[in-house]
């Protein structure tokens, strides 16, 4: 045994219990028929002529029934006239390389099969105009060459500014039909301004570009499709602050303030942006920007196998586990740091042999307080706060929350032989 692991060996892990968090459950019954429902709209229809080739963005993040949403939009398109085909936008993810982001969104489920019809990629972009500043215009040559495209997005708050416009259909037009080399332009000027240029660099696409639909989609905090807005390119600008609204009143969180001690199982790329949403861990790369839970130590167990290596985030954390570093690919990782010029989302955290030892750390360098007071949550990942574990010490302040109920007794983590939980 180590040194590192001696002076773990007695750190004291307390019993957990299990919670239940109260969130708007309310959702659609059925997602496709809601999308049918928008997309025959009078003002929507009249924009597809017969025989156009048609655009569909798709995009990497986890996003509840993607695949049905687009399959559904390729059926209207074709009953129409028009020859839909989907292609990736999502800026440098998937390693830049048009494979990985193919593989990508197959994993989502959005293949050619399904979704009834071409999926191809490029990372080749064409400039298409320029912003006032001089700055070019760049989008994927695909959309670029077809006779109009699709954004498709969900809308939620982004994970590193506060605007207007966040995460939604007007940032998969700058960031995602962008590809890695306009992303790159877009975060050129630095983290800071990414805000205003999301926005600067969308209406320019908007003027430029043949823009004929936006498609956003709202989740509650069970991450199920709870709205589906198709806006015509004018009604994008005016609508999307609207649906973002209402996403921030539906996004999940942790119903605690602070706590010493905030244990993740997994992050991932198809969790979030950064692997793990700063909205709800509290973690951010800007200075500027609040919410989510005060935890003094973060600990990282492992990565999702959707996220393909890329451990975006994991320099958020304080401590992981030796397997997240293990799996951890560059090639698939460092591409987002190359292009966002944030070197910190790449960054690895002190890391140790097991889950175990890992958790033991971060009990450990929590400062402040005596290792046995230590108060501890273990969520699933960030997408997944409907349930999660508190320790035992906190049952009374869980107690005292309206909108959380206790759901389980007292246990001890289960560790195996290795000191993995799993």
């Known amino acids: 045994m180590g040194s590192v692991n001696r002076m773990l060996e007695g750190v004291p892990i307390p019993r957990f219990v299990k919670i239940k968090q109260k969130f708007d459950a309310s959702c659609l019954e059925d997602v496709a028929a809601a999308v049918r429902q928008e997309l025959e709209r009078t003002e929507i229809v009249e924009r597809i002529l017969p025989g156009m080739r ?7 993040r986890g996003v509840a029934n993607l695949a049905l949403v687009i399959r559904e939009t390729v059926s209207f398109l074709k009953k129409h006239g028009a020859k839909p085909f989907v292609f990736p936008a999502m800026g440098s993810h998937g390693g830049a390389v048009a494979e990985g982001q193919l593989a990508i ?9 399904y979704v009834g019809c071409p999926v191809i990629a490029t990372m080749e972009t064409v400039c298409i105009g320029y912003l006032d500043d001089g700055r070019p215009i760049h989008i994927n040559r695909l959309a670029a060459e077809a006779d109009g495209i699709i954004a498709l997005n969900r809308i939620k708050p ?7 416009f966040e995460s939604g259909v007007m940032k998969m037009m700058t960031i995602g039909l962008g590809a890695q080399l306009g992303a790159q332009v877009c975060h050129r000027q630095g983290i800071m301004h990414l805000g205003p240029n999301v926005e600067k660099f969308a209406f320019g696409i908007l003027k430029h570009a043949k823009i004929l639909l936006g498609i956003g989609l709202v989740e509650n905090a069970f991450d199920r499709t709870c709205k589906v807005r198709v806006m015509t390119k004018e009604q994008i600008p005016l609508e999307e602050p609207g649906l973002l609204e209402e996403a921030k009143q539906r996004m999940a969180r942790i119903l605690f303030d602070s706590v010493d001690v905030m244990i993740v199982d997994y992050i991932g ?7 793990m949403d700063p909205n709800i861990s509290g973690r951010w790369i800007v200075p500027n920007i609040t919410g989510g839970i005060d935890a003094q130590r973060i600990g990282i ?11 975006v985030g994991l320099g958020m954390a304080d401590v992981c586990a030796k397997r997240v570093v293990e799996k951890m690919d560059r090639d ?24 175990k030892l890992t958790i033991q750390a971060a009990i450990k360098m ?3 307080v005596e290792p046995e007071d230590i108060e501890i949550i273990r969520i699933a990942h960030t997408l997944a706060l409907d349930t999660f574990w508190i320790s035992e010490n906190m049952v009374e302040r869980a107690r005292k929350h309206p909108d959380i109920e206790i759901v389980g007794e007292p246990e001890e983590l289960e560790f195996n032989a290795e000191g993995d939980l799993f």
């Open 301 to 311: 167990l492992d990565i999702t196998d959707e996220t393909m290596g890329n451990v």
């Open 332 to 355: 698939t990782t460092y591409p987002n740091s190359l292009t966002s010029t944030v070197t910190s989302l790449c960054k690895i955290p002190m890391y140790f042999d097991n889950h």
């Open 269 to 275: 790329k198809d969790i979030s942006g950064e692997g």
């Open 366 to 368: 929590s400062a402040g």
């Open 158 to 164: 982004h994970t590193a500014f506060r605007g207007k």
């Open 105 to 113: 969104i197959h994993e989502y489920g959005v293949t050619e099969e």
């Open 54 to 60: 048609i655009a569909i963005t798709a995009g990497s």
